[in-house]
């Protein structure tokens, strides 16, 4: 008897439990055709940035109000746009495009911080055909006099503003850095969010010494980073009204059983296909089923959440208690 791997996310109801999450894997035709064989039950499309369509819009008025010559200038202010990140429009027609190349859900992406005209495409993806939308809130606040308050009520407003413009469900992609997660995590479901997807990797410029400069810097993630959203899957499954993805360091079957296993809805996967390829979301997904067969699992249903906070035989390792047994644990030696 097979397993049953059907899950429900944002309310879309899944062959099973792996997602590829927003790169630019899904953003040309032939590698989305490739996931869809390779088993993977939804995409997420890369993201549609906020400076994107200011940037569109605010280019627009100028080449109005100057002319031609000023628009190409400013122009070359802005970071060269290749296929990956075309403008808002031809994003539009990638989701119809998307649509129309796989029979899978795609969830198309914005990533913004702060409320503004740009949130219209929110609605503008639902009405090009995507099934969901995912956004990302990627707020830094590298200025010294914000209070955590008033960047949470930043993140809480856009959530509530995207919200009352789609009636396709919307999932909330943040990073871990919350003095309160839980708390916060609470409140982005009150103000709308459907799901959220955990975590954001906040990618860290770095310093070049040679010229000295900094740079932009993405490193693909380790296994490692699994342990931090696992944790706050663990910490909120049962707890809020959402679905729950988790994201970062999610390589192996046995990453996914564990995503499950803490609460996840479903898991998502980036960095792993770019050093095992496509065909890896197979290999991912047949490993699930052979360890749920083993420890005989009958479904995803079953397994999730087994282990979350609420469930799991100590939920003193998801607090404070477990750091001192785990110092306490470590028994290496310096060389
Ligand atoms: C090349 C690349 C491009 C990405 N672009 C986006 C993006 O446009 N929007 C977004 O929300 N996340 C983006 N991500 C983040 C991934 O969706 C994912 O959340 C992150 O890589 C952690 O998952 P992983 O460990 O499976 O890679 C990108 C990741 C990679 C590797």
């Known amino acids: 008897m097979g397993v049953n791997l059907r899950t429900k996310y944002l309310g879309l109801s899944l062959e099973n439990p792996l997602v590829v999450s927003a790169c630019p894997l899904t953003q040309k035709l032939d590698s989305l055709r490739r996931i869809e064989e390779a088993g993977a039950a939804a995409a997420v499309l890369p993201s549609l940035f906020e400076e994107q369509i200011e940037h569109e819009s605010a280019e627009l008025t100028k080449a109005h109000e100057f002319g031609t010559d000023s628009f190409a200038e400013a122009l070359t202010y802005f970071p060269e746009q290749d296929d990956y990140r075309a403008g808002p429009d031809s994003y539009l027609e990638h989701i119809e495009k998307a649509k129309a190349a796989v029979s899978i859900p795609i969830i198309a992406s914005l990533n913004g911080t702060s409320e503004g005209g740009w949130v219209r495409y929110a609605k503008l993806m639902e009405n090009a055909g995507a099934d969901a939308l995912e956004l990302n809130i990627y707020f830094i606040a590298a200025?010294?006099?914000?209070?955590?308050?008033?960047?949470?009520?930043?993140?809480?407003d856009l959530v509530s503003a995207v919200k009352d413009s789609v009636s396709i469900p919307l999932a909330v992609k943040v990073g871990p850095y919350f003095s309160s997660m839980g708390n916060m995590a609470k409140r982005l479901v009150g103000a709308g969010a459907d799901g959220l997807v955990l975590f954001n990797r906040f990618?860290?410029?770095?310093?070049?010494?040679d010229e000295m400069e900094t740079s932009p810097h993405l490193e693909l993630s380790t296994r490692f980073e699994l342990l931090k959203p696992l944790r706050w899957i663990a910490v909120l499954h049962g707890r809020v009204n959402a679905s729950l993805a988790l994201t970062s360091g999610l390589?192996?079957?046995?990453?996914l059983a564990k995503a499950l296993a803490a609460g996840a809805d479903v898991g998502m996967v980036a960095s792993v296909l770019y050093t095992q390829g496509i065909p890896h979301i197979s290999k991912i997904l047949g490993g699930l089923t052979e360890w749920m067969e083993e420890k005989e699992y009958d479904s995803v249903e079953q397994l999730r959440g087994s282990m979350s906070q609420e469930n799991c035989p100590d939920p003193a390792a998801f607090e404070r208690g477990n750091y001192m047994k785990a110092l306490v644990s470590f028994t290496g030696e310096a060389i």
């Open 251 to 255: 390589h192996e079957a046995a990453d």
């Open 143 to 156: 200025t010294l006099d914000m209070t955590s308050e008033e960047v949470e009520a930043r993140y809480l």
């Open 203 to 209: 990618l860290q410029p770095d310093i070049d010494l």
